[in-house]
């Protein structure tokens, strides 16, 4: 996984700890010899939400909810000589959403589900890696793929229940998968793959395609082409093609950070073509006190753009852009632009404080005006070994002809999470 500005707290405290990108859990060794390894991997999430407003029909002055989950399984590989190895995984989550539910009304509060997750193996051979099974995939920084994590609760339509912790995304693997990654961590690597999901919001797609990536000092260059292979009462996505382009690094440039991505989209029911594309860039202040990082994103999707699987992967903003917005308000990765501007610093190596700041302009959500400003602010803190805490606090601005939500009121919305590492 892409990390922007690659500091300590970015990748710990919520790239990998909440897991919202890559999935990756706290693992303890129970078995290492002659070639083999066991693990047992825990991860643990739980979250507070407060929301002054609802939106999308939702009755009620505000909502108050919580979110939490627990996965737990096993994972190991075993060298079949100096060259090759077979690996695999299998785990469970436990999950659930409690309160209210959660401001759009993507749950009620009732969920409660202990499935499996994971459950893939794999075999590597020098530069060849091929696995089969359940498990997470995304594509650079997520922009189009970034694993099956939307996690609706009940009612929203039959079926649509995973199990709650809609924010948590506490379920992320796709049904079944077969993927045949290629090539180092240097030059050029590349992706073939299937991914086929049972999630009812995802219209239960199976999708095909290859990735790939040039990987240099001075960034990665990747090109992707996915194609919707069949897709439950979803003609748009069954002959989806898209194709995209992109590139991320510093230019050869210390304390710069550069990314952008174009990707271009024809629907399989013939109708219109769309496109999406962002391009960001930032500074890392690196001589000044608290080495604050100032960004800048500009991003564009056409109406009828579907964004697939987008999800969180660098952190707050990428790709849900605007707590609220992006939950629960609209926009939900189709029809906007988008101007970001964020501003983050670490005052001590445990502790990194950041703002955010989001314009939406020429948004429609459901056909409906969705236009707005939101304001968020938030910390990362590692407060020891097994906890690390991120509040968040922020402030959403429908226009006042925003047509899309219950209310055009400004909403204050506060969340705080915590993440236990075993």
Known sequence: MTQHFKQKLSAVALGSAIALASGSASAYNLYSENGSELNLDIEAVVGTFSSQENYFGKTGDGSDWQEGYLKAGFSGSHDINDSAAVYGGINFVSSGTWGDGDAGGNSDGSERRTALEDAFIGVRAGMVDLSIGRQNFSIGDG???????????????PDSNRGGAYWLAARKAFDKTAIARIGGEDGLRGDLFYLGSDNKAQSEVELGGVN???VTEKGTFGATYIKGLDAVDNAKRDGQKT???????NAGVENL?????????????????????????GWTFADVAWSPQLTYRYTKYEDNFD??????????????????????????????????????????????????FFDFSNSTTFGANSDGQEVDLYAEWVVNDHLIISPLIGVYSPDSDNATQNTNDDNVYAQVIAIVPF
């Open 212 to 214: 790939v990536e040039y």
């Open 307 to 356: 964004s697939l699987f987008y999800g969180f992967n660098r952190g707050y903003g990428t790709w849900f852009q605007g707590e609220v917005a992006a939950n629960y308000a609209g926009p939900f990765g189709s029809s906007a632009e988008i101007q970001h501007v964020a501003l983050k610093a670490s005052p001590t190596e445990v502790l990194s404080v950041g703002a955010l």
């Open 257 to 281: 950070f550069l990314s952008a991505e174009y990707a271009d989209q024809s629907q399989g029911n013939n109708s219109a073509d769309a496109n999406a594309w962002y391009a960001e860039a």
């Open 143 to 157: 922009f189009l793929i970034n694993g099956d994590a939307l996690n609706l609760g009940e009612g929203v339509f």
């Open 243 to 249: 194709v995209s382009v992109r590139y991320q690094g």
